[in-house]
């Protein structure tokens, strides 16, 4: 990171700023805006590599990069993202990107729309173009975060509306996926103590193999999930 001292922030008046810790107010970077209205903004993230780099989402579907040494109070993104399929669809208008963000090495940007599904993006790719959809997860309620985990961005964690957590084994070793021990945690999750039940139960020694585990987040209806 070239700006260690400097961190970013958006607003819901569109506009980014950035501040110095060095210093004692901020700079005023850009105003996010579109149709010459600003755009409520939710989410920034910085590139992981290039630290002059970031992105943003909010109230519209649209996420867009900027290069802060561009930057001015009209600057035209550096990129935007966005499925195809929102780009002149009556289906998706008062869609938004709650929360999106850079991959571990700036090659992808993750963005999880309410009332929608999640996307992943490659930087370079077509407009309009994606690389991933996730469907079944609920971000309606409040404005839901989501992110990438592990070292290489191996796995995609994200908030939910949804009640129940299932964590699966699958034994590949036949080149099909057979469920060999699955485990489910209800709505004690959500207990006064703020932790998922924790015993041996889920604890079971398997014979050589393949195996992959897989956790699922379940609505109350059981109809529709996160994996």
Excluded: W
């Excluded at 110095?20 to 149709?35: A, E, F, I, Q, Y």
């Excluded at 103590?193 to 020694?205: A, I, N, R, V, Y």
């Amino acid at each position: 990171n070239s700006q260690p001292h400097v961190v970013l922030s958006a607003g819901e008046d569109g506009v980014v700023l950035s501040h110095d810790v060095r210093n004692s107010k901020p700079d005023n970077l850009l105003t996010v805006s579109s149709d010459y209205r600003p755009v409520a903004l939710y989410s920034i993230s910085s590139h992981p590599l290039n630290s002059f780099q970031f992105c943003v989402s909010g109230r519209d579907h649209i996420v867009r990069t900027y290069d802060q040494r561009s930057c001015s109070a009209d600057s035209v993104p550096l990129h935007t993202y966005f499925p195809k399929k929102m780009q002149k669809s009556d289906d998706f208008i008062g869609l938004h990107v709650t929360c999106a963000l850079y991959n571990h090495d700036g090659s992808e940007i993750l963005a999880s729309y309410n009332d929608e599904d999640i996307y992943t993006f490659d930087i370079y790719g077509t407009p309009g173009s994606f690389i991933h959809q996730y469907q079944g997860h609920r971000n309606g309620a409040t404005i839901k975060g989501v992110n990438y985990f592990g070292p290489k961005s191996e796995f995609i964690v994200s908030g939910s509306d949804c009640g129940n957590l299932y964590i699966t084994v699958y034994d590949i070793s036949q080149g099909q996926k057979k469920a060999v021990k699955q485990a489910a945690f209800f709505d004690q999750c959500f207990g006064s103590s703020g932790l998922l039940p924790t015993s041996d139960k889920f604890s079971e020694q398997f014979d050589a193999g393949q195996y992959i585990l897989e956790a699922q987040l379940f609505d109350k209806k059981g109809d529709k999930f996160v994996s």
